[in-house]
């Protein structure tokens, strides 16, 4: 399969904990990548190889992983927080890549 | 540092070609995989191809048979080769080294509109 599913929208508010998921078949044999993306701006890696934050993200973002399902949790999230998020991994042939459709997160 | 720059985006007709550069510095093309990434208008992040350091190539469905990745050592760029260009292939494309790893990145994107 070569398919990631995300919710399209979520929301959370200011302070509160949010899990955004990512399903796939591939993920249960390929390591999962979060990315934030704001309008104008080049997507930012959040968390890499399932669980690891990229450099400059703040510790309030974690990566897990359990199965088909791959997820990115904001701890006490922040307004600035505010962004879609995309998930991408490589399919279930290892050798294309794929990305989620992304969920738009709201902060309240 | 890390560097990358694309070029060779524009405004071109459906049927037509162009071809962006990725020019690198402070890594080398041929020694990283490299990806092409695009984001169309009010559209969310597709994945275009990927170059292996092997040089096998692999191209998403929406873009195989139209769409060529390749790089040069000597200048340290990698390309792609767009040809039988359509309305959809307008988007926002980024090169980007060593995707999902702690030294992936990306370049600042280039603008490709393809318009009648």
């Known amino acids: 399969s070569s398919e990631l599913t995300q919710d399209p929208a979520m929301s959370v508010a200011l302070g509160q904990t949010v899990r955004i998921t990512c399903q796939g078949d591939s993920l249960r044999s390929h390591f999962a990548s979060w990315y934030q993306l704001k309008p104008g701006q080049a997507p930012i890696l959040v968390i890499y190889s399932e669980t690891n934050r990229a450099s400059g993200i703040p510790a309030r973002f974690s990566g897990s992983s359990s199965g088909s399902t791959a997820s990115l949790t904001i701890t006490g999230a922040q307004a600035e927080d505010e962004a879609d998020y995309f998930c991408n991994s490589r399919d279930t042939t290892g050798n294309h890549w794929v990305f989620g459709g992304g969920t738009k997160l709201t902060v309240l | 540092d890390v560097h990358v720059v694309e070029s060779g985006g524009g405004l071109v007709q459906p049927g037509g070609s162009l071809r962006l550069s990725c020019a690198a510095s402070g890594f080398s093309v041929t020694n990283n995989y490299m990806t092409w990434v695009r984001q169309a208008p009010g559209k969310g992040l597709e994945w275009v191809s990927v170059l292996y350091i092997g040089s096998r190539t692999f191209y998403a469905e929406s873009v195989k048979g139209r769409f060529t990745v390749s790089r040069d050592r000597s200048t340290n760029t990698l390309y792609l080769e767009m040809k039988s260009l359509r309305v959809e292939d307008t988007a926002v494309y980024y090169c980007?080294?060593?995707?999902?790893?702690?030294?992936?990145?990306w370049g600042q994107g280039i603008q490709v509109t393809v318009s009648s």
């Open positions: 980007v080294r060593v995707p999902g790893t702690s030294d992936e990145f």
